[in-house]
């Protein structure tokens, strides 16, 4: 079976702490790592929690980037999918990574519809 789409869910630790509860600057690299990625931006969606942590949405017409930031933790969840051969989620992701200042990261890509889970361990330089 063909793959149908591509998810990359990336663990980043060890990131810039005040970057993480910034919720402007935050929208505005998911909104630079999809244009990046060659995607065309539908909608965007970020929440401020209090007393820190972000999490938001970029919906593309391919799918969608999301974050859910911890920052008394350095953490980041985050989560790339993307639909068709147009979007290289894997530039979105670097992006998102360098941005935060990501020292540590675990980076896995899903292929999607394929009728089998079967992660890949990537390595993005």
Same mark, same amino acid.
């Given at each position: ?8 869910? #990336?663990?980043l630790w060890d990131c810039n702490i ?10 505005? !690299?998911?909104?630079?790592? #999809?244009?990046?990625?060659? #995607?065309?931006?539908?909608?965007? !969606?970020? $929440? ?9 949405? !970029?919906?593309?017409?391919? @799918? $969608?980037?999301?974050i859910h930031s911890f920052p008394e ?20 992701v670097k992006y998102i990574t360098e #941005?935060?200042?990501?020292?540590? @990261? ?20």
């Amino acid at each position: 079976m063909e793959v149908l789409g591509r998810q990359i869910i #990336a663990e980043l630790w060890d990131c810039n702490i005040s970057t993480l509860n910034n919720i402007e600057l935050i929208k505005q !690299v998911f909104i630079d790592a #999809a244009l990046q990625a060659g #995607a065309e931006i539908r909608e965007v !969606v970020f $929440h401020q929690f209090s007393p820190y942590g972000i999490s938001g949405v !970029v919906i593309i017409s391919e @799918s $969608h980037l999301t974050i859910h930031s911890f920052p008394e933790k350095g953490y980041a969840s985050i989560d790339v999918y993307t639909c068709g051969k147009k979007v290289d989620p894997t530039i979105a992701v670097k992006y998102i990574t360098e #941005a935060l200042e990501a020292k540590k @990261s675990e980076i896995i890509e899903i292929p999607r519809g394929m009728g089998t889970v079967q992660p890949i361990l990537l390595e993005i330089e």
